[in-house]
Structure formats: structure tokens, C-alpha cells
């Protein structure tokens, strides 16, 4: 699995607006993403990216309200992710944080030797994320709000079709949903 959370947490406070909402509710960046986006990355790589088919996790909003949300420290199962940041906060707080070592689990282990990237509205972070694990940091304020689009792109050499069945299952719950 594409977790890298501890044993022993089973379970994660998180808020999302999901990629059907986006296209329904903010169809600009459904648009952003399958157009100008993509084509900006593709003048910058060699081999080109394409946006994903299954429309259930094309683009997505990541939301964080308070000191009790966080997003699940996992590695990606996608050649190039891209976050675009619509909010910023001061260091200590909201922050993605990379492993230096793949082999680690749970936020200890990440902190323990990471790098972080502050979130700053209007950002935009694109990497390979299928190596290194990584999350969100919680916020330092429960009046925070902290919210990133979250864009899965694929390539020829690593195709959408790599990706593993079961992680439809666990983001969405439903069987009938994995591919």
C-alpha cells in the first residue's frame, strides 16, 4: 500500500472537495489543469504528461481547518503530482514535508530528516512523489484554513493503468469503485 503512516494510527481527519465538485463548482480549474497546466509542464519535460482518465481523482481541493486536520503521509502512485497552493501560512504549519530516506514510517521518522516546502498562495509544486513519502503538516492555529489543489498527471512510461486498485478502495471506500 501507498501508506506510510504508523502502525498504530488508524485514522486521519481530512477535508477534500472532490473531483466531480471541482468540475461542478470550479470548472476554471478543471480547466486549468487539462489545459494551460498540463501544457506548461509538457514545455518543461521531455516526456510528456497526460492528465488522468478516471475522472474521480483528476483534480481535487485538499482543505485543512484548525490544528486537528492533516493529510496522511503516503507516497504517490503517479510519475508527477502537482500542488497549487490558494492559501499561505507561516512556517510551523501546513507545510509538505518529504522524507530524505523512502524507507521511512510515520511522521517521526519524516520529520526526523526532511525537506519542507511552505505553502504560498499561487505556488505551484510539481514532483515525482512515488519514492519519497510525504504529508501535510497540521496548522498552527485552530482558525487556520489551509487549501491546495491536488492534480494527478501520468506519463507513457509510467501509465495511469499502474495504478493500484486498491487505492480507489481506500480513498473511496467503495469496492465496486477500484479499477
Not at 509538457?42 to 483534480?59: C, F, G, L
Not at 492559501?87 to 530528516?113: N, S
Given at each position: 500500500?501507498?501508506?506510510?503512516?504508523?502502525?498504530?494510527?488508524?485514522f486521519i481527519t481530512r477535508g477534500?472537495?472532490?473531483?466531480?465538485?471541482?468540475?461542478?463548482?470550479?470548472?476554471?480549474?478543471?480547466?486549468?489543469?487539462?489545459?494551460?497546466?498540463?501544457?506548461?509542464?509538457?514545455?518543461?519535460?521531455?516526456?510528456?504528461?497526460?492528465?488522468?482518465?478516471?475522472?474521480?481523482?483528476?483534480?481535487?481541493?485538499?482543505?485543512?481547518?484548525?490544528?486537528?486536520?492533516?493529510?496522511?503521509?503516503?507516497?504517490?502512485?503517479?510519475?508527477?503530482?502537482?500542488?497549487?497552493?490558494?492559501?499561505?501560512?507561516?512556517?510551523?504549519?501546513?507545510?509538505?514535508?518529504?522524507?530524505?530516506?523512502?524507507?521511512?514510517?510515520?511522521?517521526?521518522?519524516?520529520?526526523?530528516?526532511?525537506?519542507?516546502?511552505s505553502p504560498q498562495p499561487g505556488h505551484l509544486v510539481l514532483?515525482?512523489?512515488?519514492?519519497?513519502?510525504?504529508?501535510?503538516?497540521?496548522?498552527?492555529?485552530?482558525?487556520?484554513?489551509?487549501?491546495?489543489?491536488?492534480?494527478?498527471?501520468?506519463?507513457?512510461?509510467?501509465?495511469?493503468?499502474?495504478?493500484?486498485?486498491?487505492?480507489?478502495?481506500?480513498?473511496?471506500?467503495?469496492?465496486?469503485?477500484?479499477?
Open positions: 500500500m501507498l501508506t506510510r503512516e504508523a502502525p498504530d494510527v488508524t477534500r472537495l472532490h473531483a466531480d465538485q471541482v468540475r461542478q463548482r470550479l470548472p476554471w480549474l478543471a480547466g486549468l489543469y487539462h489545459g494551460p497546466l498540463l501544457n506548461r509542464i509538457n514545455q518543461s519535460r521531455e516526456e510528456p504528461a497526460v492528465t488522468a482518465e478516471d475522472q474521480r481523482y483528476t483534480v481535487v481541493l485538499n482543505v485543512q481547518r484548525g490544528r486537528s486536520m492533516r493529510f496522511e503521509a503516503h507516497v504517490d502512485s503517479n510519475p508527477l503530482s502537482g500542488l497549487l497552493f490558494f492559501t499561505g501560512h507561516p512556517q510551523g504549519g501546513g507545510e509538505i514535508c518529504f522524507a530524505r530516506d523512502p524507507r521511512v514510517f510515520g511522521l517521526k521518522e519524516i520529520d526526523r530528516d526532511c525537506t519542507m516546502i514532483f515525482d512523489g512515488r519514492v519519497h513519502p510525504h504529508y501535510a503538516r497540521r496548522l498552527n492555529d485552530n482558525s487556520d484554513i489551509r487549501v491546495l489543489a491536488a492534480m494527478n498527471y501520468y506519463t507513457a512510461s509510467f501509465p495511469e493503468s499502474n495504478r493500484p486498485p486498491a487505492l480507489n478502495q481506500h480513498l473511496y471506500g467503495d469496492p465496486a469503485l477500484s479499477m
